[in-house]
T-cell receptor, first 116, second 112 residues
């Protein structure tokens, strides 16, 4: 079952532009919404995460926007740089502090390319 | 700390062969998981463990076995490899009370 739908599948952005990746989820029991970044030949690594008690979280050039009523969340990368070129995965999970983070459900992934 | 380590990095099998993918972590994490990554499908959970001696199935467990005899190690066994198991396999670990999974570098498996 596809509990998380991620779009677009691939994205090309010019250096300095804004990259936007979207995710939609189905189950309202999810309580934790991370984004993972994966470089070629490496494992995914946590980039930024949000809980549904806030609508936005910002860390440097990376921002998560969260819309609980629409069951959607998105990743915005401001001033995109060639070093941001990677595959990005959204994920969902019930509260990992209570249940442990070992059962993440991932989106399909977005391959982001930043042109210099 | 080495973090999460996986061996081998690459493996080619013939249909019907068996093998074990190794995963180890040195962070004393209670939770460990195995995912497979296929193009356009993200990462899908195969099996997971909440501690030594305790394992459970994830979304795509068929064709795979796991065991957890120690906190550090969580091997994934393919008893009779099939071409549908061609994929990149990632092991991950996390600890109780936190929300971050730490992934290993992956094993790229090809079944001919």
């Amino acid at each position: 079952q596809q509990q998380v739908k991620q779009s677009p599948q691939s994205l090309i952005v010019q250096k300095g532009g804004i990259s936007i990746i979207n995710c939609a989820y189905e189950n309202t029991a999810f309580d934790y919404f991370p984004w993972y970044q994966q470089f070629p030949g490496k494992g995914p690594a946590l980039l930024i995460a949000i809980r549904p008690d806030v609508s936005e979280k910002k860390e440097g050039r990376f921002t998560i926007s969260f819309n609980k009523s629409a069951k959607q969340f998105s990743l915005h990368i401001m001033d995109s740089q060639p070093g941001d070129s990677a595959t990005y995965f959204c994920a969902v999970h019930p509260n990992p502090i209570i249940q442990g983070a070992q059962k993440l459900v991932f989106g399909q992934g977005t391959r982001l390319t930043i042109n210099p | 700390n080495a973090g999460v380590t996986q061996t081998p990095k690459f493996q080619v099998l013939k249909t019907g062969q068996s093998m074990t993918l190794q995963c180890a972590q040195d962070m004393n994490h209670e939770y460990m998981s195995w995912y497979r990554q296929d193009p356009g499908m993200g990462l899908r959970l195969i099996h997971y463990s909440v501690g030594a001696g305790i394992t459970d199935q994830g979304e795509v467990p068929n064709g795979y076995n796991v065991s957890r005899s120690t906190t550090e190690d969580f091997p994934l066994r393919l008893l009779s490899a099939a071409p549908s198991q061609t994929s990149v396999y990632f092991c991950a670990s996390s600890t109780w009370g936190t929300d971050t999974q730490y992934f290993g570098p992956g094993t790229r498996l090809t079944v001919l």
